[in-house]
């Protein structure tokens, strides 16, 4: 007797109704809009009746997924959603991958993502800083990670791996986030270092054990082993869209918000993982739909990052990938071209701006910048403090603004009846910092200045200005010798009618004990800039052509100055190796990577405006400067 067979029929996007289906998807993207925004910090007042409605809606649109089986549906928005950020937001960090390293380097930091480890697990002797030598390297490999995985989950392609893949990472980009938001640097935790016996720094530490409880020392027989109680060292910015958030709107997100944002597409990554085990052949026209959907998702990103680049690639990305599985079924090797395809895309991406800048530059020191402006953007922060105080007989609570009428004619604080609870802050207007900060602030200590800084006018006129004026009497009766600074005191008062004078000398103000050019660079009519991060580790295979521009420049009474962040002992060894006489400043090693990720780098400014930015492998020669820049 034969067994009848019963196939069940195979899951479709539009499931029982395309239209019901379709409503539930936009209500549950309503909903999860309607949380983010309900548990936003700055959001004030009394959000109860947004975060009930926000989880009802979720909760009804869920249902409603379920009962019309639209499982799918869900999943074909969140693949288009969590596929276009991923390539939006790979290609962002891909533009400036030094730039991502850097913060990669920040976490690495032993009280960073560390601590948690040391603090969670009893492990004090857990690290992270061996791996900031691979940060580059790493994040070379997150960004063309990221950035495959989107096309290639737009693209629908191997969606069972594909999508196990994107909530792991997901996951970690959710715990990486979710500790950014909640470091706490007023917590305490163990850190462990080892030192040889004869190391400085160990046997510093022995010492300062002795009289400071937070130093305790674990052992000393073979090597110094040494407890430190450390505070978290926090991470302000998790550095998800690198620096595009700022360059474009004017501030990166928050870590609460770089948290909601992960955990957003943490949910959707979810549904999607579901669905992809369901059996789902999709047509080749809704395939096409998917990226063409995708694309005006990328648009609107690209716009918001003022920025086109990401819409090209990914065009160019889904085109040759169409192109490439228009045979899928009958090429098995179909998906790893795919892969092959994708990775050499991105990969010249990747290569091109590690070899010179990033294509779109959202840093300050930007060409097109003016530095004034950028020092001067930041805001000071704006908050209402509102004290809440319980009543103890009653349990009534009540709320009063700090400083109000009320708070101070009441002052409950000191009502026996009353106890204080706690205290929220309203943000009015957020603090925001300078895009230049005070960090940057050449310098150059008054006992360096010698001929090679003295050749320039605008160095020359601060010396002066910083020098006082003696008068040198001598008395006849006496023979003594008198120095009176001029305007001290007149010198032909009768006080000194027996002295005669004899010259002036100039000698420097005693308080006067170094140079900072910070306001002179953005008065200068023509400056040339060479930034060097780091003068060991600079790239100097093209100092011949630096020599002839700084050359060619003192001709024409244009100021050619270098940045660095080494110390004064390693610039006059670097001036000597290289004969190489340029007027030397010392700054904040930050800012030099902000201003160039090329090291060194030139850059030329026109009263304190950046006309334009020259990496190591693209230096000009003086000649195309003068016509094209300097005239």
């Not at 430190?228 to 998790?238: A, F, G, R």
Request: aromatic share 12%; charged share 25%.
């Amino acid at each position: 007797m034969s067994r009848k067979v019963v196939m069940r029929p195979k899951a479709t996007v539009a499931g029982r109704s395309f239209l019901f289906n379709v409503i539930f998807v936009a209500l549950n993207i309503v909903s999860i809009s309607l949380l983010v925004l309900a548990f936003h910090p700055n959001l004030t007042g009394n959000t109860t009746a947004l975060k009930i409605t926000g989880f009802a809606i979720l909760l009804f649109s869920i249902f409603g997924l379920i009962v019309f089986k639209g499982r799918i549906a869900l999943a074909s928005a969140a693949r288009v959603i969590v596929g276009s950020i991923f390539i939006v937001s790979g290609l962002v960090k891909a533009n400036d991958p030094i730039g991502f390293s850097y913060k990669l380097q920040e976490y690495f930091e032993d009280g960073a993502l560390a601590y948690r480890i040391k603090e969670w697990f009893n492990m004090p002797e857990f690290s992270f800083e061996g791996m900031g030598e691979s940060a580059l390297t790493l994040s070379v490999l997150i960004c063309l990670f990221e950035i495959i995985l989107g096309v290639l989950v737009v693209l629908g392609q191997r969606l069972k791996v594909v999508s196990v893949l994107i909530v792991g990472i997901m996951l970690f980009f959710t715990f990486l986030t979710w500790h950014t938001d909640n470091c706490n640097p007023g917590v305490k935790f163990t850190d462990r270092n080892r030192y040889e016996l004869s190391n400085p720094i160990g046997q510093a530490l022995l010492k300062k054990a002795k009289t400071d409880k937070s130093v305790k020392i674990v052992s000393r027989v073979d090597e110094i082993i040494v407890d430190e109680t450390m505070s978290p060292q926090c991470v302000n910015d998790c550095g998800c869209f690198g620096d595009a958030m700022k360059g474009s709107i004017g501030r990166s997100l928050t870590p609460a918000e770089s948290f909601w944002k992960d955990l957003v597409l943490l949910y959707f990554s979810i549904w999607i993982l579901l669905a992809a085990f369901k059996k789902n052949q999709v047509p080749e026209k809704k395939k096409l739909l998917y990226w063409l959907t995708s694309l005006v998702l990328i648009t609107l990103l690209s716009w918001l990052f003022a920025w086109w680049l990401p819409l090209l690639f990914a065009f160019f990305s889904f085109i040759g990938g169409m192109w490439i599985l228009r045979k899928e079924s009958t090429n098995p090797k179909s998906f790893w071209n795919l892969n092959l395809f994708l990775l050499v895309l991105s990969g010249l991406l990747v290569s091109y701006v590690l070899m010179y800048e990033p294509i779109k530059d959202y840093r300050a020191y930007a060409v097109g910048s003016n530095l004034s402006l950028k020092m001067k953007d930041g805001a000071e922060g704006k908050y209402l403090e509102y004290m809440t105080f319980k009543h103890k007989k009653s349990g009534r609570t009540k709320e009063m603004l700090l400083g109000s009428k009320d708070y101070e004619k009441e002052r409950l604080w000191e009502n026996k009846d009353w106890k204080y609870l706690s205290n929220r802050q309203k943000v009015i207007v957020e603090t925001r910092l300078s895009s230049i900060t005070e960090q940057f602030s050449p310098f150059l200590p008054y006992e360096e200045v010698n001929d090679d800084y003295l050749q320039f006018s605008f160095i020359t006129n601060k010396f002066a200005k910083n020098n006082e004026t003696f008068v040198r009497l001598y008395g006849k009766e006496n023979d003594t010798m008198l120095s009176l600074k001029v305007g001290d005191t007149t010198i032909l008062s009768e006080s000194y009618a027996g002295f005669q004078m004899m010259d002036t000398v100039e000698r420097r103000n005693e308080d006067f004990t170094e140079f900072n050019i910070r306001e002179d660079i953005l008065k200068l009519k023509k400056l040339i800039i060479l930034s060097v991060r780091n003068l060991k580790d600079a790239d100097w295979s093209e100092i011949e052509k630096l020599k002839d521009i700084l050359k060619k420049s003192q001709k024409d009474n244009i100021p050619m100055i270098m940045l660095v962040s080494s110390s004064m002992e390693d610039v006059r060894a670097f001036k000597k190796k290289y004969n190489f006489s340029i007027p030397v400043f010392i700054t904040d090693e930050i800012e030099l990577k902000a201003i160039a990720r090329s090291n060194p780098s030139l850059m030329v400014l026109k009263k304190g405006i950046v006309k334009g930015k020259y990496p190591k492998r693209a230096l000009p020669d003086y000649k195309w400067l003068e016509l094209n820049v300097l005239k």
